[in-house]
T-cell receptor, first 112, second 112 residues
Framework: KAGVTQTPRYLIKTRGQQVTLSCSPI?????VSWYQQTPGQGLQFLFE???????NKGNFPGRFSGRQFSNSRSEMNVSTLELGDSALYLC???????????FGDGTRLSIL | EDKVVQSPLSLVVHEGDTVTLNCSYE??????LLWYKQEKKAPTFLFML????IEKKSGRLSSILDKKELFSILNITATQTGDSAVYLC????????????FGAGTRLAVHP
């Protein structure tokens, strides 16, 4: 079974630009969650989607948004990029309910 | 505020040693506790614990949860250089759907 796939693997952007990251979950998984990982803050929850609905959102500004499609694939968008947005963005999927989340390799975003 | 605290933050051992990693938590409506191993990329799932006192084992790794004292330990016996990684503890609460709250991680280095 293929794992969680995230694209692109690396991105370099400049301040003020926007970016879209993509995540394809494990086949059959309907829940997709996004996390930001930085050396200073560790892994922090961004948001979670289930059946195309956002069920929970972390403590991030409105510049961070996402969506989920009918095939469970998800995208997250960051607008008006800031230097502090440089991080590894991880996507995780799970079937539903109280089950383990499995992570993709992440997208490393660097802001110049 | 929900929080997860891991100790120690870093650990250096020699091959063959046994290590114990600690995770304590304060979470509203606890549902489960998960352990992940992160090398260079995706955190990989190790264990999911929901009930107190039941040890989970996988090869040289084992973990147990104490819901009364609000902590979990991860044991690794006969360590190998391939065990070198960051070990992450995360907690799932029932009110947060699939929102994982992560600790800062324990960085384990196993020297030959």
């Amino acid at each position: 079974k293929a794992g969680v796939t995230q694209t692109p693997r690396y991105l370099i952007k400049t301040r003020g630009q926007q970016v879209t990251l993509s995540c394809s979950p494990i086949s059959g998984h309907r829940s997709v969650s996004w996390y930001q990982q930085t050396p200073g803050q560790g892994l922090q929850f961004l948001f979670e989607y289930f059946s195309e609905t956002q069920r929970n959102k972390g403590n991030f500004p409105g510049r961070f948004s996402g969506r989920q499609f009918s095939n469970s694939r998800s995208e997250m968008n960051v607008s008006t990029l800031e230097l502090g947005d440089s991080a590894l963005y991880l996507c995780a999927s799970s079937p539903q309910g109280n089950q383990p989340q499995h992570f993709g390799d992440g997208t490393r975003l660097s802001i110049l | 505020e929900d929080k997860v605290v891991q100790s120690p933050l870093s650990l250096v051992v020699h091959e063959g040693d046994t290590v114990t990693l600690n995770c304590s938590y304060e979470v509203t409506n606890f549902r489960s506790l998960l352990w992940y191993k992160q090398e260079k990329k995706a955190p990989t799932f190790l264990f999911m614990l929901t009930s107190s006192g039941i040890e989970k084992k996988s090869g040289r790794l084992s973990s147990i949860l104490d819901k009364k004292e609000l902590f979990s330990i991860l044991n690794i016996t006969a360590t190998q250089t391939g065990d070198s990684a960051v070990y992450l503890c995360a907690v799932l609460s029932s009110g947060g759907y699939n929102k994982l709250i992560f600790g800062a991680g324990t960085r384990l280095a196993v020297h030959p």
